[in-house]
């Protein structure tokens, strides 16, 4: 078996590169490292190791974003098994394996003989994405935080606070839009987001499909109406913990495999901490798996509490 480590120099803070780097001068197995230097570089590294035809485990050791380009670099490779190092901020993805991910995932000895399962992934306009896809003022804010990330004098958190502050209070939360899923039709009103889910977690510290399963077969969907500003400070810590089943009239919600939605106007679109923008967007299902590993003992199923009553 042959073992890959992506290293993605800029994700994390500057000492994480150094400290993962002494972990892997220990490791008793042989391995390789590569590193990363720009934007599609861990995607073109995943390709080329797969290509080879061997046995591969594959290590993003990244945040969001690298895991991102490595599973649409092993998708569909029966071969080849990838995994998250959490080297980044975020690391959403991660978090279905519970609080405790960052440690198990960085016992690397643990990580690299644990077990595989085949996940889902899913199409958004043929980009492939493990977690969530979002679209409406999160992916806006998402996306304007890589903008003031590049202010010399700005903070992580101040980037996230400046993005948040432009969009909720400036920019207006809502947008004209159209989308199918299943039988829910939404023509051309006014949306301030809607979100597919794969996973369970994104944004940093939001979970809106508590249920959420990444090997069912199932995206679970939400679209929610058109609020005004004291309602959506209201409502957003509860779409944080997924209890949108609580508000049937604010928030939509479809499981299934595929949706649609387009406007007059690109719409901003988020896949993976990735961003993409278009007029028209189609997300479904890919058929196309990619096999995970996690350390033996790691559980991805639903949290004991979150299917309670206390949250439905």
Not at 62 to 91: F, I, Q, R, S
Not at 262 to 278: F, L, N, Q, S
């Amino acid at each position: 078996m042959r073992h890959l480590f992506i290293i993605n120099p800029a994700a994390g803070k500057r000492e994480t590169t150094p400290q993962l780097e002494a972990l892997l001068e220990k490791l008793s197995f042989p391995h390789e490292v590569a590193y990363t230097r720009g934007e599609g570089d861990a995607r073109r590294l995943t390709e080329e190791a797969v290509e080879r035809g061997e046995p591969v485990r594959i290590y993003a050791c990244g945040g969001d974003g690298t895991l991102n380009e490595v599973v649409n670099g092993a998708a569909g490779c029966g071969h080849a098994a990838v995994t998250n190092v959490p080297k980044g901020t975020g690391n959403d993805f991660l978090k279905i394996f519970g609080p405790d991910c960052r440690r198990l995932f960085y016992d690397l000895e643990a990580l690299a003989v644990g077990p595989q399962t085949p996940f889902d992934l899913i199409d958004c306009n043929g980009h492939l994405g493990i977690d969530v896809v979002c679209a409406g003022v999160d992916a806006r804010i998402a996306a304007d935080v890589h903008r003031y990330k590049d202010w010399w004098f700005v903070s992580g958190i101040g980037a996230y606070v400046l993005a948040l502050i432009e969009n909720i209070f400036f920019k207006g939360i809502a947008r004209p839009i159209s989308a199918r899923m299943g039988e829910l039709r939404w023509e051309d009103r006014p949306a301030s987001l809607l979100c597919v889910c794969n996973g369970r977690h994104y944004g940093g510290g939001f979970m809106p499909v508590g249920e959420a399963m990444p090997d069912d077969g199932v995206l679970d969907m939400l679209l929610v109406k058109q609020v005004g500003l004291f309602t959506f400070l209201r409502l957003v810590g509860q779409y944080a913990k997924g209890r949108y089943k609580r508000y049937p009239e604010l928030i939509l919600d479809y499981h299934g495999q595929k949706a649609a939605f387009w406007a007059e106007e690109p719409i901003t679109v988020v896949v993976d901490g990735e961003v993409m923008r278009d007029t028209a967007f189609t997300v479904r299902l890919s058929e196309k798996k990619v096999n995970f590993f996690y350390p033996a003992g790691a559980s991805w199923s639903v949290p004991t509490g979150v299917l309670d009553s206390d949250n439905f």
